[in-house]
């Protein structure tokens, strides 16, 4: 989609820091991480955000939560995931990603 900063990352119109690709996902690191591992997993095909995710999209991505967490070594350890939706969830960029945090011990608060 024109001017969504994501569709520009997974084009290679701007850099990302590439962590894993497929044919649906891709996967970068966040540019102002909030944890010592933190992955943005997005699907290639544009969508606003997971009020739009289709249930093929959803299984991508959650195989890709898996393969991130491996590639960063924080599946033994653990780690959050978080998808941010619309205002009230503060979602900064519409398009759909997911937010894999880890690499330390989260607290119990979520927001
Ligand atoms: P949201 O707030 O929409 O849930 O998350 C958007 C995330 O994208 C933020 O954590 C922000 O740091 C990250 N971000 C914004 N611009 C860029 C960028 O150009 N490159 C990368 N790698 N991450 C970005
Ligand atoms: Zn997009």
Redesign the pocket.
């Known amino acids: 989609m024109k001017d969504c900063?994501?569709c520009k990352?997974i084009a290679g119109e701007?850099p990302?820091?590439k962590v894993f690709e497929n044919d649906k996902v891709f996967a970068?690191?966040?540019?102002?991480?909030?944890a010592p591992v933190?992955g943005?997993i997005v699907p290639k095909k544009h969508m606003d955000n997971i009020l739009q995710c289709d249930a093929e999209t959803a299984a991508a991505l959650t195989e890709a939560v898996g393969e991130v967490a491996r590639l960063e070594g924080v599946d033994e350890s653990g780690f959050r995931v978080?998808?941010?939706c619309g205002r009230d969830?503060?979602?900064?960029?519409?398009h759909l990603?997911v937010?894999l945090l880890g690499g330390v011990q989260l607290t119990e608060k979520m927001n």
């Open positions: 900063l994501f990352i701007i990302g820091n970068f690191r966040d540019i102002n991480p909030q933190h943005l978080i998808s941010n969830g503060a979602q900064s960029v519409n990603h937010h």
